[in-house]
């Protein structure tokens, strides 16, 4: 599955084969291999024949749309149910980018529709943006790289809950690099289009950009609050060893 999703991608594909919206339920019904397989010749055969464009005009969206709604509920659900009961709440702060990428997708096409005043406009004055309700600057920075930031941030909080701080600063340094990098919260906004702010790119003309250099920083500060904790947890386990040996 993942070197179809590598082969994929070469051939300009955005869409990952590894996991389908489905699994849950197929694997429930015993379907293995040979599904993928079956999926692989179906899809093929409608997109070298044209024959896409005829379901899309015998089957309505809204058919498609209820089954992807439920299919997210099963795979939320499934989030909880295949994961340690304690970390449950890394599941939780591993949603909120995802959520965050939701309100600003909700906003931009609101935004776009309208017609009026830009986010653009509105980002540029401060003042502006805080009246007008919408926390627009947040909502983009955590909708840049937000498949990363879900990952990481639920990652570090499951590490920090098994106190594996090493564990936990090495993911924080993570972060902090594909911060530095453009590649998470970093973004520019041009009218009511947001892109990537990747390191070394250059803004357009009037375009609003933030370089998110600043929570790079705190995943590097806090990337050595959690080795400083590792290593007072080693230090206090050794003494602790050292206590019950001697006897004390």
Not at 39 to 54: K, M, Q
Not at 101 to 107: M, P
Not at 125 to 141: C, I, K, P, R, T
Not at 192 to 220: K, M, Q
Request: glycine residues 12%; negative net charge; charged residues 10%.
């Amino acid at each position: 599955n993942g070197l179809g999703t590598i082969a994929a991608a070469c051939f300009g594909s955005c869409f990952p084969t590894t996991i389908y919206i489905g699994h849950p339920g197929w694997k429930g019904l015993g379907a293995r291999a040979g599904y993928s397989t079956l999926n692989a010749v179906f899809f093929t055969l409608i997109g070298l024949t044209g024959t896409v464009a005829v379901i899309n005009s015998v089957v309505p969206i809204e058919a498609g749309i209820a089954i992807v709604l439920w299919i997210g509920v099963v795979i939320t659900a499934q989030a909880y149910q295949a994961t340690p009961s304690e970390h449950a709440p890394a599941v939780a702060v591993g949603l909120f980018p995802a959520i965050a990428a939701w309100g600003a997708t909700v906003v931009i096409g609101v935004f776009s529709i309208a017609n009026g005043q830009t986010m653009q406009e509105i980002l540029a004055n401060n003042q502006a943006a805080e009246a007008s309700g919408f926390l627009l600057h947040g909502m983009n920075l955590l909708e840049r790289g937000y498949i990363f930031t879900c990952m990481i941030l639920a990652a570090i909080s499951a590490f920090l809950i098994d106190r594996k701080f090493a564990h936990a600063a090495a993911w924080a340094l993570v972060a902090a690099v594909l911060t530095f990098l453009g590649l998470m919260h970093a973004y520019q906004l041009n009218g009511n289009v947001v892109d990537y702010y990747l390191v070394g790119t250059e803004l357009p003309e009037g375009a609003v950009g933030f370089a998110a250099r600043p929570i790079g920083l705190a995943y590097l500060l806090l990337a050595g609050l959690f080795a400083a904790m590792a290593w007072y947890w080693s230090t206090r386990g050794r003494d602790e060893t050292s206590m019950h040996l001697s006897g004390h």
